[in-house]
């Protein structure tokens, strides 16, 4: 055993690659015989990885959840951040171009209204806890647009550690969310060609949760909405910590 535990630990990744493949199979799974197909294996599956990060991090009381066990510390790397941005530009570079330029301003729009929607969303939540200073209204703000975006908004304007750590929490819990819910409402919200798909990316975001979500909806439509997701994140690193800041300062 302790000859297999060491070969695990020296091939961390490929092992990480069979402990996610099995975690889809069992969502899977579940998905057919429990839930009769109404939600989706993949959905199924990272409400599963959510609960083993969970009690990873309750059973070696650290911060990386399952990745904190020497012996899944393979599941860390292929979740990082160098995977997820990696086949984030991947799927992207699968889309076609002559249907993202007939959705041009279709994106940019929905870019936009976005941006702006989740900002103030974000900062109504804030403003409802009691947040009054500028700075932290916008850190918070900028978290619901994406993880991403609030972290670098809050280091822009000055905010402090705490609220930092809340807007990075906001945007985890939104792309859990979009994560889930997208093929559940696929169908509700009429989430079925590449143009829905470049809205519905520009609208939420999340790069991640959009991609994960339209994967387990269509994965034709996952390149299309990575575009617009992808944007997104920088459009908001750019709007936030400077007209939006500007805003925010002028009512507080």
């Known amino acids: 055993m302790?000859?297999?535990v060491g070969l695990i630990e020296k091939n961390g990744l490929i092992f990480g690659f069979v402990?996610?493949?099995?975690?889809?199979?069992?969502?899977?799974?579940?998905?057919?015989?429990?839930?009769?197909?109404?939600?989706?294996?993949?959905a199924v599956?990272?409400?599963?990885?959510?609960?083993?990060?969970?009690?990873?991090g309750f059973w070696t009381d650290g911060e990386k959840g399952i990745s904190d066990l020497s012996l899944f510390a393979g599941v860390g790397i292929l979740g990082g951040s160098m995977f997820r941005d990696f086949t984030i530009v991947a799927t992207a570079l699968g889309a076609n171009l002559e249907l993202i330029r007939k959705a041009g301003w279709l994106g940019l729009v929905s870019l936009l209204i976005g941006i702006i929607l989740f900002?103030?969303?974000?900062?109504?939540?804030?403003?409802?806890?009691?947040?009054?200073?500028?700075?932290?209204?916008?850190?918070?703000?900028?978290?619901?647009?994406?993880?991403?975006v609030?972290?670098?908004?809050?280091?822009?304007?000055?905010?402090?550690?705490?609220?930092?750590?809340?807007?990075?929490?906001?945007?985890v819990v939104k792309t859990i969310a979009v994560t889930i819910f997208t093929p559940i409402a696929a169908k509700k919200i009429g989430l079925f060609s590449p143009e829905s798909a470049m809205a519905f990316g520009g609208i939420m975001g999340t790069s991640s949760g959009v991609a994960a979500g339209l994967a387990a909806t269509d994965p034709k439509l996952v390149p299309y909405?990575?575009?617009?997701?992808t944007f997104y994140t920088g459009v908001g690193c750019l709007l936030c910590p400077s007209?939006?800041?500007?805003?925010?300062?002028?009512?507080?």
């Open 2 to 4: 302790d000859k297999l």
């Open 19 to 42: 402990v996610i493949g099995f975690v889809f199979i069992i969502g899977d799974i579940l998905s057919k015989t429990v839930f009769r197909s109404k939600i989706p294996g993949s």
């Open 45 to 56: 599956s990272i409400f599963l990885g959510l609960v083993l990060g969970y009690l990873g």
């Open 119 to 148: 900002f103030i969303l974000g900062v109504s939540i804030a403003f409802a806890w009691g947040i009054r200073d500028a700075a932290s209204l916008c850190t918070i703000g900028a978290g619901a647009c994406t993880y991403i």
């Open 150 to 171: 609030g972290p670098i908004t809050g280091a822009a304007v000055g905010a402090s550690s705490e609220v930092i750590a809340l807007s990075i929490a906001i945007g």
């Open 225 to 229: 909405g990575a575009v617009t997701a």
């Open 243 to 252: 007209l939006f800041y500007l805003i925010l300062t002028f009512f507080f």
